[in-house]
């Protein structure tokens, strides 16, 4: 079952409820495509890859060792990327199975490189490459060898970050080259010209499970936007669907995701905290 889009969708009426978990300090929670588990990380004290299972609420360290960040899903959801210092310091590529895997480095440059997605066929991984000349860039490589060949799939002046894939490989990434952070659209892997998609800002897009939607946050309010258009990506205006003082804080990837009934999982900090600033806990919000 699918939920509605973003033209049936009534708003910004709605509610958020627990989704169970303890408060810890999330970040960057992503569903699987069921929707039944959450990919997670903790920041400090527990700072390394998670997952907490939404029926029974148990919370599971899956990766250990490597301080790891960022985790996204492959599309099988089998295995993970994510990043993490590496043995000589900058902040590297890694991948593991999800379920009792050792993590693998995928590459040893002398530079930080950061995770970002997944395409949809599973082969190839997009990541978050910095440079001195022309900030970061999206970059793709093989997922499964070690220092594979780098290709360039976003590079500019300004700073490309936060690859999205729609199940039909239409790639969504935030770029600044404007002054300030916009949503674009781009065909994968034929590339071309990019269609800007947000008018007014926008960052940390994710694509609704059927890929006819594409949802973003400026400021507080989360926008979703209709994608239509086959080969030719089109996009209907942005209509907004709610707003709250959801955890926002600067990162290469989306802080929120949508399941496949068209709920969001969200990240809302307590106030006060007890022993961590940065403690959270995992919200989901329906519309009525």
């Known amino acids: 079952m699918t939920g509605p889009t973003a033209a049936d969708r009534p708003h910004p009426s709605g509610r958020a409820t627990s989704a169970g978990a ?15 588990q959450v990919l997670t990380w903790l920041r400090m004290p527990d700072y390394d890859v998670w997952l907490y299972d939404v029926a029974s609420r148990a919370l599971t360290r899956i990766v250990t060792g490597a301080a790891a960040r960022r985790p996204a899903w492959s599309p099988d959801g089998r295995r993970l990327i994510f990043d993490a210092p590496g043995p000589d310091n ?12 050792q993590a693998h480095r995928l590459r040893r440059v002398g530079n930080s490189q950061y995770a970002g997605a997944w395409t ?8 978050l490459d910095p440079t001195q000349t022309t900030g970061f860039d999206i970059l793709t490589m093989a997922a499964d060898a070690t220092d594979a060949p780098a290709t360039v799939l976003v590079k500019g002046p300004a700073n490309e970050t936060a690859p999205a894939f729609s199940p039909d490989g239409r790639l969504a990434y935030v770029s600044d080259v404007t002054g300030r952070e916009e949503v674009y659209l781009l065909r994968y892997p034929a590339g071309g010209a990019a269609l800007r998609v947000s008018t007014s800002g926008g960052r940390e897009p994710v694509w609704s499970a059927r890929g006819d939607e594409l ?19 089109r996009v209907a205006d942005s209509v907004a669907l709610f707003a709250g003082e959801y955890d926002q804080r600067p990162s290469f990837h ?6 496949p009934d068209g709920r969001f999982l969200m990240i809302r900090g307590i106030a006060p905290p007890t022993t961590d600033p940065r403690i959270a806990v995992l919200l989901r919000w329906d519309a009525p």
């Open 22 to 36: 303890a408060p810890k300090s999330y970040m960057h929670p992503q569903l699987s495509a069921d929707g039944r």
């Open 90 to 101: 900058p902040v590297t590529l890694y991948s593991a199975d999800v379920h009792g895997g």
């Open 120 to 127: 949809p066929d599973g082969r190839t991984i997009a990541y």
């Open 215 to 233: 949802f973003y946050r400026q400021g507080q309010t989360m926008w979703a936007t209709r994608v239509t258009g086959g080969a030719t990506p």
């Open 254 to 259: 989306a802080n929120y995701d949508v399941a």
